[in-house]
């Protein structure tokens, strides 16, 4: 039981996508076993209204009209963020949220700025290297950051940066990779390639695996595919498929990702951060494909984190060929050094207790919001465990 244990309510904004949404409720389940009532606000997408069912006995869960900002539609978005502030702020009026937390993304700012206006400590998480528009705006207005990356860090305006890592839904366990495929209905003693293209596919990473997948089969006769598309090109890719018969799985998502993940030997992926703290916690190497078209070249960068520490390797769409996928696939499938080399380097970056970490510093803050020393010296993200909990405590040694 945590030092911290509350009955406070707090909100999440973590809606738009997987890599919003998962780390959120990763961090509402920390703060519900904490004895929290927590509220997820996320967008009508429907990679968010899917997700959020198997957890709605768990959270309240409120849907926000807001939209992201393309570039293109900039009186739309400021319409739909108008229209959610205004949604986040009826649905605190019955019961303010002690904090409110913020996951990134275009459902971040108005639950923050309704929770601001009606006394709520508020947070901010940043999953990437490079923080996106609405961490980056949000930075100044928040209480203290969490990020994923130290290089996020120094480029958030906030004297409060806390690097706790990224969090993941709980499951994402180490576990018998035989098992996992058997379970699937793969063949449990043959190896397992695991496409991903994020939350919604990538039609850039299905064209490459369609070309590498023949020529991998060459070098690894008994490799098996289990290849998650996105709804749009689903039936074309398995219709591509089709002549490879049992050993190749397409399906346009998959909700049990833990149970995928435990199962491969080597994934092809893109490097949304959220994607990556998952490989990460299962120890799980990587060729990873950045989407070229993120904002600010992001998974760019997060991909040669990753691989500076040797725990995956890059291959940039634009350009890419087969040979070049297949190399990368194989020089991590076998086993060998470079393979060793790739799950320690995931071990070090891997942060297991991210959501716990965030969920006890958002509580440590309201404990010392209601002492009276939240924002002094000895409050700061700084300051020793043993000394913030002390001063919790009101002092009492």
Known sequence: MSAFA????????????????????????????????????????????????????EFKVVTLPAVGLTGRNVLKFASASLKSY??????????????????????????????????????????????????????????????????????????????????VRPGF??????????????????????????????????????????????????????????????????????????????????????????????????SGASSLAELAAMRLPSVLIPYPAAVDDHQRFNAQAFAASGAARVVLQKGATAEELVSAVMELAAEGEPRRRAQAGLAELDRPGAAGEIAERILLRLALRKTGTAGQSGASSEAPASEVRWQAQGGVR
């Open 86 to 167: 205004r949604a986040a702020l009826a649905a605190f009026r019955g019961r303010p949220p002690a904090a409110v937390l913020a996951m990134g993304g275009f459902t971040s700012a108005p639950p923050v700025l309704a929770g601001k206006r009606l006394g709520a400590a508020t947070f901010l998480h940043e999953s990437n290297t490079i923080p996106g528009r609405a961490n980056r705006w949000l930075a100044h207005v928040v209480d203290e950051c969490f990020v994923g990356f130290p290089e996020a860090s120094p480029r958030l305006r906030n004297r409060q940066v806390a690097v706790t890592g990224t969090p």
């Open 6 to 57: 509350s009955s406070e309510f707090v909100a999440i904004a973590c809606g738009g996508t997987g890599g919003h949404l998962f780390p959120g409720i990763a961090v509402g389940h920390e703060l519900v076993a904490r004895g929290c009532d927590v509220a997820l606000l996320i967008s009508p997408k429907d990679v968010d209204q899917t997700a959020v069912r198997g957890v709605a006995h």
């Open 173 to 270: 366990t180490i576990s018998d990779p035989a098992g996992a495929r058997a379970a699937l209905g793969l063949a449990p003693e043959k190896p397992l390639l695991l496409v991903m293209g994020g939350s919604q596919g990538a039609a850039g990473v299905n064209e490459l695996v369609l070309a590498a997948f023949p020529k991998l089969l060459e070098r690894l006769p008994d490799l098996q595919l289990f290849h998650l598309t996105g709804v749009q090109d689903c039936e074309r890719v398995r219709a591509a498929f089709a002549p490879f018969g049992r050993r190749v799985r397409v399906q346009a998502f998959f909700s049990e990702m833990e149970l995928l993940l435990a199962a491969a030997t080597v994934a092809i992926s893109r």
